[in-house]
């Protein structure tokens, strides 16, 4: 039923991840379990995905961090049935119900994302839970990539973008939003719960990589899982470029937000709370990045 994918970089991580997937998938659900070594090769993730997945014997692929695991048991028999529905595409865990023009990460901020998974940051875990009420599984734009389930026919007319994402950023944003532009509806499921071990690697070649995709997505944005009016559009963009600012602080990229371009955000938006929020969050992020 489920062929699980991983890209390792640590035998013990995957191997802590194959004993972890087998203690939760449910029983009798059959499954397949690949964890490619990329420690000589060091090709890009989506490289390594597509490769695993033209081999995967099973028709719901699962592609998933071999720092992640999961937390509910019987977890394939959750997610087999909403996969087989045509219509699905990508099944995640934390995403986003919109993709603005604006240059932004998978999440444009905490209104717009929907989550259901523990993150472990800074030697705490973290549970992240948005839901549109009591549904099961709730419609978005673009998932993280830390786990992902999608059909493996779905996958094969939309496979990962090796040439737009040569490295290790921006696959997951690059992937869910061709499978929703292609026709199909991604989810974030809320009945099973995941953890995912890392914090992230926001460097300057993930910030590289998101730009690279915004020029390759710019003429077919902004998606929306719900249609949006011209009149919403600009409190959208304001949402974006707020949440875009405040996520370049908090991973500590100061050069790509410096204090001026906070202060320009201002003078635009004067009168915006949200906006002039950004200064004292400035040097609260500063000061915590200074004295890490």
Request: proline share 6%.
């Amino acid at each position: 039923m489920f062929s699980i994918i991983c890209c390792s970089v640590c035998p013990e991580a995957a191997e802590a991840l194959r004993q972890n997937i087998a203690a939760t998938i449910g029983e009798g659900v059959e499954y397949e379990f690949t964890a490619f070594d990329n420690r000589r090769e060091n090709l890009p993730i989506a490289t390594v995905y597509n490769r695993c997945a033209s081999r995967a014997r099973q028709p719901y692929l699962c592609f998933i961090h071999e720092d992640a695991a999961f937390l509910t048991e019987g977890w394939g028999h959750l997610l087999a049935p909403q996969l087989a529905l045509p219509a699905t595409g990508v099944v995640g865990f934390a995403g986003s119900i919109v993709k603005p023009a604006r240059l932004t990460a998978w999440n444009v901020c905490g209104r717009d994302m929907r989550a259901n998974y523990v993150q472990h940051m800074r030697g705490r875990r973290h549970r992240h839970h948005r839901a549109d009420g009591d549904e099961a599984f709730t419609p978005v734009v673009t998932l993280d990539g830390f786990c992902l389930f999608v059909r493996r026919d779905v996958w094969a007319q939309t496979p990962f973008d090796a040439d737009a994402c040569p490295g290790f950023h921006g696959y997951d944003l690059d992937f869910t939003l061709a499978v929703a532009e292609g026709g199909h509806r991604n989810y974030v499921c809320q009945t099973v719960t995941p953890e995912h071990r890392s914090e992230g690697n926001y460097s300057e070649a993930w910030l590289d990589g998101l730009r690279r995709l915004h020029r390759k997505w710019m003429p077919r944005l902004p998606l929306y899982v719900c249609p949006v009016t011209e009149a919403d559009l600009p409190a959208w963009d304001l949402r974006a470029e707020t949440g875009w600012l405040k996520l370049l602080m908090q991973k500590g990229l100061f050069a790509a937000c410096p204090l001026g371009a906070v202060a320009r955000h201002i003078a635009r938006h004067p009168l915006s709370a949200k906006a002039w929020m950004l200064l004292p969050k400035y040097a609260k992020y500063r000061w915590r990045h200074r004295h890490r």
